[in-house]
């Protein structure tokens, strides 16, 4: 996985008991649907969310505990930056 940080509109939903459900997100002015959602855990930056989209390509999402935005900070090595 390729570490970036950029940042991402993202369609969530979170429960009563404080867990995020991740639906879609934007990659390169594309909104992505979200198949699976992985692993969370949180940490001084936040929320952090693995989801796989088509294709078994998957992402890591934060949600920053700052300022509450949603950034995209780990994306597949086949994902070029350009």
Do not use: N
Not at 3 to 18: H, I, K, N, S, Y
Request: overall charge negative; proline content about 4%.
């Amino acid at each position: 996985m390729r570490r970036v940080d950029l940042p991402t509109a993202v369609e969530a939903r979170f429960d009563q008991d404080g867990g995020v459900r991740v639906a879609s997100f934007t990659w390169r002015e594309k909104q992505l649907p979200v198949v699976a959602a992985g692993r969370t855990w949180l940490d001084d930056a936040g929320r952090h969310v693995l989801v796989m989209v088509t294709g078994d390509r998957i992402y890591e999402l934060l949600l920053r505990g700052s300022d509450m935005s949603w950034r995209i900070v780990g994306a597949p090595d086949c994902e070029g930056l350009a």
